[in-house]
């Protein structure tokens, strides 16, 4: 498997201002888009329509911790795919049969146990991980 799942769980602060973090959305059959939106566990459930399972992509230890959030039943209910993801020799786990996310994908980082502000400089190691023939259209 290539990729991993980290807590489900993440620690949230209180001051609104700090809480506000910025997110790719990637929606089905959709462009994706930046988000800025608070940092809560609700947020994250409204946006992938339900409980979130992150999945953290896997890196280097110089390059940041990017997560994944998707709704965790997501398969179960049929919703439908939307991203496939790469391995380090750019063949898509879909070729090899392996795994796919399906419904609204949500992209940010983690730092510690909370949720962080994706950052433009973080797409390059993101798209390494869906990259153009990422997406199921």
């Known amino acids: 498997m290539i990729i991993s799942t980290i807590r489900p769980y993440y620690n949230t602060r209180s001051d609104n201002m700090a809480n506000l973090i910025r997110v790719k959305v990637f929606p089905v059959g959709q462009k994706p888009y930046w988000q800025t939106m608070e940092n809560k566990l609700v947020e994250f459930q409204n946006l992938v329509g339900g409980w979130i399972e992150p999945i953290m992509l896997p890196h280097k230890d110089d390059e940041p911790a990017i997560v994944l959030l998707v709704n965790e039943e997501g398969k179960i209910i049929g919703l ?51 990259g153009a023939r990422g997406r199921l259209e």
């Open 80 to 130: 439908p795919g939307n991203l496939i993801l790469a391995d380090r020799e750019g063949v898509t786990a879909f070729e090899r049969r392996s795994d796919f996310l399906c419904g609204t994908v949500v992209a940010c980082r983690a730092e510690g146990e909370n949720f962080a502000s994706l950052r433009k400089e973080d797409i390059p190691a993101l798209c390494r991980w869906i």
